[in-house]
């Protein structure tokens, strides 16, 4: 017999965050590898935390900071995507977390605190994307999750956030804050008004000295935004925590892809290494652009009668171009192999398309064959 937290456990999706360096086909491997699951029957979410936001363009539909359902061309399961703007996740996240507080929501928009911490929160868009996330996953019976990072070193570092924000704001500190604004009622003060609350109430010495040093309108604002986070507080915390634990539970993967250069594999070495300081191992490496063998045209334009001299040429150079560039995915599939030793790589080929929904497509056949290797094991 299982306990209800081994059922609740077993009904959270699954997760799969991919995560390499620039210029290897992250966001193309991602929303191959989510139309794969889509098409095997699994109800799936991908997401892109990257703010190129090339998500739209690999699914070749439009995508919003809104969940939006992306159309299957066979039947299967249920494909759903989200990209969240940097420069509307903050609004976004907070219409959501105020929703049952509308009063609150408006003075928060008003707050001028509130408003230059939005326009510096570039730096929090994974943090406010994953929360998004966790929203979603919470509302849409998702069985996987796919995570399409940022093209940076500093990928998997995002994956900590939401945990000690929660920590943060569920500490004594913010919860104090909070209360102090409460107790001096000056949520709602408009900038006209006589010192009060707060500022009356500012005979301690801590209120003070920020009133002196900040200025008055600067603790006024402070206390009306702590005190108005602080309505929403524990479904913050809540909603952060369970961005957390899809991050860094156990039923979350890591998939590394790189291409066949040497940029690539030191930053697949790099986030291996990363990984494993947080107590984690990469689920799999996808290895893009590491070709098997002749392009299905080539013997066809060498043997053309009538083909122009300068086609042949051309051909001749894409094959030397093809067979240098396997050449050097055999060489760090060799090599990653020795270093990372218990993480399977998938090689998946270079697609001659022009159209990026039509290079998914044909890489997401590809991968349909390893769905069980680039999954958290059950």
């Known amino acids: 017999m299982t306990s209800g937290r081994e059922d609740a456990r077993a009904r959270e999706p699954l997760v799969v965050v991919c995560a390499g360096g620039g210029g290897v086909g992250k966001t193309t491997t991602s929303a191959a590898l989510a139309l794969s699951l889509a098409r095997a029957g699994r109800s799936t979410l991908i997401v892109t935390i990257d703010p190129a936001r090339r998500l739209a363009g690999a699914m070749g539909v439009p995508i919003t900071d809104e969940v939006t359902r ?92 939401p945990g000690r924000l929660a920590a943060l704001f569920g500490g004594r500190a913010v919860g104090w804050l909070a209360g102090l604004a409460q107790r001096a009622g000056v949520a709602g ?32 604002d402070m206390a009306s935004l702590f005190g108005d986070l602080g309505l929403v507080r524990e479904r913050f915390v809540a909603l952060t925590q369970r961005a ?28 291996a290494g990363r990984l494993e300081k947080l107590g984690r191992r990469a689920r799999a490496l996808v290895l893009n652009r590491a070709d098997a063998g002749p392009a299905a045209y080539t013997d066809a334009l060498r043997r053309g009668v009538s083909v122009p001299a300068s086609i042949r040429e051309a051909v001749d150079v894409l094959e030397e171009e093809r067979t240098s560039r396997g050449s050097a995915a055999d060489a760090l599939s060799v090599d990653l192999g020795k270093r990372l030793p218990r993480v399977p790589i998938v090689r998946l080929p270079q697609v001659d398309a022009i159209a990026p929904e039509a290079i998914v497509a044909a890489l997401s056949a590809l991968l349909d064959a390893h769905l069980a290797t680039l999954l958290p094991a059950p």
Not at 192 to 220: D, F
Request: glycine fraction near 6%; aromatic fraction near 6%; proline fraction near 7%.
């Open 189 to 220: 003060e408009s900038e006209e008004a006589p010192p009060s609350g707060l500022l009356a109430w500012g005979a301690s010495r801590v209120e003070g000295l920020l009133a002196r040093v900040t200025g008055p309108n600067l603790v006024r």
């Open 244 to 271: 957390a634990d899809l991050l860094l539970g156990p039923r979350a993967a890591y998939a590394l892809v790189a291409a066949p250069t040497a940029a690539a594999r030191d930053d697949v070495l790099y986030l």
């Open 70 to 161: 992306v159309p299957l061309g066979v039947a299967g399961g249920r494909l759903s995507a989200l990209m969240p703007d940097p420069r509307r996740s903050m609004r976004t996240f907070m219409d959501q977390l105020f929703e049952e507080q509308p009063a609150a929501k408006a003075r928060l928009f008003e707050n001028r605190l509130y408003r230059v911490l939005a326009d510096a929160a570039a730096g929090v868009h994974e943090l406010v994307a994953m929360n998004l996330v966790a929203r979603a996953s919470s509302q849409g019976a998702f069985e996987v999750i796919v995570i399409d990072t940022a093209p940076s070193r500093h990928a998997i570092d995002f994956v900590t956030y």
